[in-house]
């Protein structure tokens, strides 16, 4: 699925092992139209009988995922249209979240905000080092209300608040290791790809019953996330038209220029 603006969420299939590409030239930054394809891709992979694992990445070489478009944030007007954009961040989590094979996430660089919370929602991240991590949304007026969920249930309270109230602080990979986020951390690409294809192999030649079972109580006690990551989108939709949130967005966005 290719975008006019360049973004893509790309599927392909081989040997039981599904690899899910998400892309955008801002920094794989995440518009509402890649979130909704790559909800659309993940779900339709979790019910393919081909499937027996799904590997999700992004391509490039900085960063893996700069979280929500920029440009997406500052053009909403009103609290319907805040609501519908990040409830898009809420899908995907519980796609992940409720797909019952297992997700592997290919971490080749810097995750911001949403892009912690598609690592925190993976049931396993291998990553590089230099993949420094770093929930900024309280810097521009917001808060990282509906990825919270997934990331405290990875790294938990303590380590989640420390994330979202420095908010300007990036934490670095061997930090995201030792609290969890990360299964494994990697010297360099190769070795994380060649670890990456060793377990998804694996998993692609084990028991697809007993892997939905062991997702469901991976996942046990996250039944209520329909509805809690839509309350939570919902308080971000109406933070986001804050006059604060604005010129925040705008002076980061002159920076980039």
């Known amino acids: 699925m290719v975008h006019e603006n360049n973004g893509h969420v790309k599927t392909e299939t081989h040997q039981g092992i599904t690899t899910i590409e998400f892309y955008h030239p801002q920094s794989n930054s995440l518009p509402a139209k890649v979130l909704e ?33 920029f440009d997406e944030l500052v053009a909403i007007k009103n609290e319907a249209e805040g609501l519908k954009f990040f409830s898009g961040f809420a899908h995907v989590i519980n796609t992940m979240r409720k797909c019952p094979k297992f997700i592997i996430a290919r971490v080749h660089g810097k995750c911001v905000g949403g892009g912690v919370g598609i690592a925190a929602a993976a049931d396993y991240a291998i990553a590089v080092e230099g993949a420094d991590i770093k929930l900024s949304e309280l810097a521009v007026g917001i808060g990282p209300f509906v990825v919270g969920p997934a990331v405290e249930r990875k790294i938990g309270a ?15 990979s061997e930090w995201a290791k030792r609290k969890g986020l990360f299964s494994e951390l990697h010297i360099n690409l190769e070795n994380m790809d060649e670890a990456i294809q060793r377990l998804a192999n694996t998993l692609a030649n084990s028991s697809p ?38 010129a925040a967005i705008e002076k980061f966005k002159a920076k980039k220029a």
């Open 37 to 69: 394809d790559l909800a659309h891709e993940i779900h339709f992979a979790g019910t393919h009988d081909e499937t027996k694992v799904i590997i999700l990445k992004s391509p490039g070489e900085k960063a893996f995922c700069a979280g929500a478009s």
């Open 158 to 172: 303590g380590a989640f608040s420390a994330l979202a109230i420095d908010a300007a602080c990036w934490r670095n």
């Open 209 to 246: 019953e007993a892997m939905a079972e062991m997702k469901k109580m991976f996942w046990k006690g996250t039944e209520n996330w329909d509805d809690l990551l839509k309350e939570r989108a919902a308080i971000s939709g109406r933070l986001v038209l804050s006059d604060f949130t604005k």
